[in-house]
């Protein structure tokens, strides 16, 4: 027999250990579960800058509206000395775009919002976003501009001046057609294409005036303007099919403003820049333009960087030294500049410093450059605001220094939705694996909320859009796809950057030219099948989840699995995509862009292989497909037209497998309405729980929001436990909390007799009292329990301050267990007195009832607030009065007199109700009741 290794059984178990040892710390957050809303109305930040000076920062914070059913952006100010922001705007008006002025003492923005009154806006019909000014010194916001159809793009580049496109007054033909109330449309109107030129303008501030700087009769989109106000660059579209058919590339211009001169730049080359940045003394512009291996095709590219020297017209290309490329977040410096590397699930930062013709580039070091999402810095001032965290670790803002390529004095500055304190979040970990062509395939694997280690559990593989796009090891929860959802229920959840994927460098992203399908399906079932592999994953208990590409690859995942993944024969329970194609022939000319995408990636148009677009089309294999399946649309997408949702969903109800269709109006392809957003998600949830979890879901059922059915069904979703309510962590169980006031969970029911038994292991709890609140409890207990919970968990438990008791005691229930109640009438003060006894008599096991019981308390008008239960009835409940505990509420034997005074509850009818989080003005940390 021939001798084993031993070295090498030595290092495949040290491997294995290892492997295990990782794993084991891929730990989730504990905290409450997720809802539909929780993921709906997320707050978000967006277009953050930097003065000049570094002094503030602006930004804009969006905020679902219920009453808008969209996002309300408000424009925020944050002074970084202090590291506060406020607000600068209100409405509901949608804005955009905000600039400081180059002294940093103003701000622009754009907004579509009514004039105030006595100043003339443009026509209404003819109306678009116009640049509205707020002076930092004082006064309200004001219009600056009043151009008809509004403003395109603008520019702040010297106080005096902001530079703008825009179209300008309609043609005479235009005006006829307007005069007759004909609305008809021409598709790519060559003619209305010409007469409706986006030009290049200068507006004077002090003066409000607009000069005309180009003469063009095309489409000037993204432009910038030398600081010395010398030279414009300018990406001009000439064709009004270029998107469809990407035949006709734009034309890169540099306008000499003093002369009028139009030069054209990369005449020679077919994929044109994408962005232009000045140097500050305007002597050179660096230029981020596309490269792909046959110029012209650029549905995959990688982003390269050229210099233009002025007035010489010099362009050079500057070496990165990194063959992923460019990943954007390009920052001017004093002697170079700064930017983002594609460096596949996370970017790479790295400062260029200017050597003679050549750059040098050192990627950036110290506090937090390991943990770098985004990195933007202020023009003259070493000041920088850092975006850090990973995809279990929600989004960190923070201001810092850069001196060379060091980072320090990291401070947060704004943390979104508090990094959702309180929330669940899944364990994350990126894993790698040997996927198509034998090529390393890179994914992020989510895992179950509650994982112990060697069990197997469900998947619901979530697949990215594009597909010339990633997936990023950054904390994500949307409509399109919610991770944490799905770990909630048990399930391991994994994203796959598969082949034609971006941020891998070209090859990478080229590799299905031609051959759509071919490679990803077999990255995303190798990734599947090492997830079995390494006894994480029932193979009998899988789902496809995505969006766009995404649901386009979910869907070929059914029908083209034997052609590109020959050996695997995975079975998948449910599938959800949204606005995914099935019949390529069709799309070629429905899609906005259906041309130039099925030309790059199946090869051709169909009029010339129409073999192969059947073969790809998923439509003429539906016989093949069993897995239930929701489909969603808008009714307005372009980019995959609304029709091959009917088109899936008619084949399947056909053929008899399970399927629904959600058509969403006046939707494009995502969706932008709350209420839309919000059903998505929550109907993408019951089919799973339905078809792949199997889980009882009443939710679809035509029950009353109220009613006793609707009440007992939720409650019966809380008792998780073998009937007994709370939040298993580990072993313990915890009382469930539910959002309070902003950043504050509070109990939903008072602390049960089998959660305080988790804590006094002798605590009698006969059968059937499980659910029953705990009672008996006096002030010292309350605080040693919540101490040790906080021991327990790490969590900031805490009892509830007076003043969160006494707005949680507001609201009213109709029905709670409280003296009125066991009497039928409201006593008088001396009846009170003698009947409290008899009540009392019965003992806390006659005279309460099981937490939940009752009615809850209403919370006003919102039918989405949450709900708590026995908060005037039961037991009362101790609360933290400042410098003592005192009892709160009413209880089984007590009633408020006819002055509305409470009496105080014997100590055997004594219980809590657990808060969590900061209390207002006070350093929760230190909270030791």
């Given at each position: ?47 953050w800058q ?37 607000a ?22 754009l ?63 235009e ?66 099919s ?44 660096y230029?981020?333009y ?38 954007g ?13 594609a ?9 260029y ?61 704004y943390?979104?939705n ?8 899944a ?14 395939i ?11 280690a060697?069990e197997?559990?469900?998947l ?9 796009s ?13 991770p ?37 399906i ?9 997830l079995?592999?390494?006894g ?60 130039s ?60 497998t ?17 209420t839309?957003?919000?059903r ?30 609707d ?32 950043g504050?969970?509070?109990g ?5 007799r ?11 709890v ?42 949680l ?15 039928g ?9 003698e ?20 009615q ?10 949450e ?29 408020s007199?006819?002055r ?7 100590t ?17 940390s230190?909270?030791?009741?």
């Amino acid at each position: 027999m021939r001798p084993f290794n031993l070295s090498i059984i030595a290092l495949l178990v040290a491997q294995a250990t290892l492997a295990s040892a990782l794993r084991a710390q891929v730990q989730a957050v504990a905290g409450r579960s997720w809802t539909a809303d929780d993921v709906i109305m997320q707050e978000r930040s967006s277009g953050w800058q930097l003065s000049r000076d570094g002094s503030k920062a602006l930004w804009l914070r969006q905020k679902p509206d219920r009453e808008k059913d969209g996002s309300v952006a408000t424009l925020m100010l944050c002074d970084l000395g202090t590291g506060e922001s406020r607000a600068l705007t209100v409405g509901k008006v949608a804005i955009s775009s905000p600039q400081f002025s180059p002294s940093g003492s103003m701000i622009a923005f754009l907004t579509a919002r009514k004039f105030p009154d006595g100043m003339k806006g443009p026509e209404k019909d003819e109306a678009g976003s116009q640049i509205w000014l707020l002076d930092l010194r004082g006064g309200e916001a004001r219009p600056l501009t009043s151009i008809a159809f509004g403003v395109r793009g603008y520019e702040w580049v010297v106080e005096e001046h902001i530079y703008l496109t825009a179209r300008e007054a309609l043609s005479q033909r235009e005006s006829a057609e307007k005069k007759r109330k004909d609305k008809s449309r021409v598709v790519e109107d060559e003619l209305n294409f010409r007469e409706s030129a986006r030009r290049l303008f200068r507006f004077d501030v002090k003066r409000k005036k607009l000069t005309r700087l180009s003469q063009n009769d095309d489409q000037i989109g993204s432009f910038s303007v030398s600081p010395d106000e010398r030279f414009a660059i300018a990406l001009h579209n000439t064709d009004p099919s270029q998107r469809a058919e990407g035949n006709s590339p734009p034309q890169c211009q540099l306008h000499d403003l003093s002369s009028g001169q139009v030069t054209e730049l990369f005449a020679e080359r077919q994929n044109k820049p994408r962005a232009f940045y000045w140097r500050k003394d305007s002597s050179a512009c660096y230029i981020l333009y596309p490269y792909s291996t046959v110029d012209g095709q650029n549905n995959a590219t990688i982003s390269q960087v050229k210099e233009l020297r002025v007035p010489d017209l010099r362009l050079q290309d500057i070496d990165l030294s990194w063959e992923r490329g460019a990943a954007g977040e390009f920052t001017v410096t004093d002697d170079g500049f700064m930017l983002a590397l594609a460096n596949g699930m996370r970017p790479l930062f790295r400062r260029y410093l200017r050597e003679g013709e050549s750059y040098l580039g050192s990627d950036l070091s110290g506090e937090l450059s390991e943990e770098l999402l985004s990195v933007i810095k202020a023009l003259d001032d070493n000041r920088v605001i850092l975006t850090t965290g990973s995809a279990s670790d929600p989004d960190h803002l923070l201001s810092a220094r850069l001196s060379g390529t060091k980072l320090s004095e990291a401070k947060e500055i704004y943390r979104p939705n508090g990094g959702f304190k309180g929330l669940a979040i899944a364990g994350t970990e990126i894993i790698k694996w040997q996927g198509a062509l034998d090529e390393e395939i890179e994914g992020l694997l989510y895992y179950p909320h509650d994982y112990q280690a060697g069990e197997r559990r469900p998947l619901v593989l979530i697949t990215h859009g594009g597909p010339h796009s990633a997936d990023r090891d950054r904390f994500s929860e949307r409509y399109a796809n919610s991770p944490n959802l799905y770990a909630q229920r048990g399930a391991f959840v994994l994203k796959t950057n598969y082949h034609g994927s971006s941020s891998y460098g070209l090859a990478f992203g080229e590799s299905i030219k031609g051959r759509y399908y071919e490679l990803e399906i077999l990255d995303m079932f190798t990734g599947i099948q090492k997830l079995i592999d390494d006894g994480l994953v029932d193979q009998d208990q899988m789902g496809l989840v995505g969006w766009s590409n995404g649901a386009i690859l979910s869907i070929a995942a059914l029908t083209h699995a034997r052609d590109y993944a020959p050996g695997f024969d995975f079975k998948f329970k449910a599938c959800a995509p949204g606005a995914g194609d099935v019949n390529w022939t069709s799309d070629y000319g429905n899609c906005a862009f259906g041309a130039s995408f099925d030309d790059y990636y199946l090869g051709g148009a169909p009029w010339e292989m129409p073999d192969l677009y059947i073969e790809k089309s998923p439509l003429f294999r539906v016989a093949t497909v069993d897995t239930p399946t929701i489909i969603f649309f808008g009714s307005e997408d372009t980019s995959v037209p609304t029709e091959q949702g009917w088109q899936w969903y008619r084949a399947l109800h056909k053929v008899g497998t399970p399927v629904r269709f959600l058509l969403f109006p006046g939707e494009p392809h995502g969706l932008r309405k709350l209420t839309h957003q919000r059903r998505k998600l929550v109907e993408e949830l019951e089919w799973f729980d339905r078809y792949l979890f199997e889980t009882a879901s009443e939710s679809a059922l035509p029950i009353k929001e109220g009613s006793l059915l609707d009440l007992a069904m939720k409650l019966r979703a809380v008792a998780r436990h073998d009937g007994v309510y709370g939040v298993l962590r580990g072993d313990l169980l915890l009382p469930e909390t539910r959002p309070f006031e902003e950043g504050v969970a509070m109990g939903r029911f008072e602390v049960t007799r089998a959660q305080w038994r988790a804590y006094q292991r002798d605590y009698q709890v006969p059968a059937g009292t499980e659910n029953y609140p705990a009672q008996g409890i006096s002030a010292a207990i309350a605080k040693e329990y919540v101490q040790w919970l906080r021991e327990q968990t790490g969590d900031d438990w805490r009892l509830p301050t007076a003043e969160e008791f006494a707005a949680l005691a507001k609201a009213k229930s109709s029905r709670e267990n409280t003296l009125e109640h066991w009497l039928g009438f409201t006593p008088s003060q001396q009846e009170s007195g003698e009947l409290s006894g008899a009540v009392a008599s019965l003992g806390w096991r006659g005279a309460l009832w099981a937490v939940g019981s009752g009615q809850p308390s209403s919370r006003g008008e919102d039918p989405d607030a949450e709900l708590f239960f026995d908060v005037n009835g039961n037991v009362a409940e101790w609360v933290d009065a400042g410098d003592k505990l005192e009892l709160r509420g009413l209880s089984a034997v007590t009633t408020s007199d006819d002055r509305g005074e409470l009496a105080l509850a014997p100590t055997e009818f004594a219980g809590i109700r657990i808060a969590k989080g900061p209390v207002a003005g006070k350093d929760s940390s230190k909270n030791d009741r």
